[in-house]
């Protein structure tokens, strides 16, 4: 077994643990046991028949001793703890990353998408991630909506990083637990679909050198990719913004991601969305 893939086998295991240890026997109908539970949650051997394995294989499963586990197996898994859609694709992607080292390249954004961001109009924010959440590419108010991307060093145009270590960045975000939740949630499944990748792995390394709230929130094995929703900025120049954001997976570019953002027509962060726009808009044009 390799370097890679052992660590990949034991982080199926944390995982694991994590998530028997969060449900309720008695919800799921289990009888009683007359001896204490001496942690909570799921025993093992209620695991594994669950998910109509044997206990000594599950128990390999959760040692890190497992290999080539098969998706029927995975499936009763996700089944037996209750996973949602998202953690069961990120317990796939534990027992069979998609991306070898031989395809960790930084990505290169093409023309035609900087193209597509450009020709969003002036009052439409988008911008491109890569893997680990790097911003890539963007268009003029992409590059400012929150974060002055063209101010900050390459290395620091990464999202989990702006969230937990730019100085701002609790000012920028009115709901900063809700949105340093997810951001973590989308990095571990980031950490699952790229286990080579070295941008990856350099920012969570960073994060868990440098961010005390970061490993607390790292150690819960939250797992959730948000690709649409609402978000709150207070930008500096105009106020509180209330946006609503969507994410796609670009189908040619497959490890990269565009986000747009729009507000609701008429409403007060539309109007500061346009002020906002047009300032961008103005400087860009006396530089």
Known sequence: MTATEKKETLEIGAFLKSRRAALDPEELGLPPIHNRRRVPGLRREEVAQLAGISVDYYIRIEQGRAQGISDPVLDGLARALRLTDDEHTYLRNLAEPRFADSAQARPVVRPEIQQLLDAMGPYVPASVHGPGIDYLAWNALGACIAFDLEALPPQQRNAPLLVFLHPDSRALHPDWDTVAAETVAALRSECARYPCHPRVKGVLTQLLDSSAEFRAR???????????????????????????????????????????????????????????????SEESLTH
């Open 218 to 280: 790292w150690e819960d094995q939250q797992v959730r990719e948000k690709l649409a929703g609402r978000k709150r900025i207070r930008h500096p120049q105009v106020g509180e913004l209330e946006l609503t954001y969507e994410t796609f997976q670009l189908a040619v570019d497959p490890q990269q991601t565009l986000c747009t953002y729009t507000v609701e027509p008429g409403s007060p962060s539309e109007a500061a969305l346009r002020w906002l726009a047009d300032r961008t």
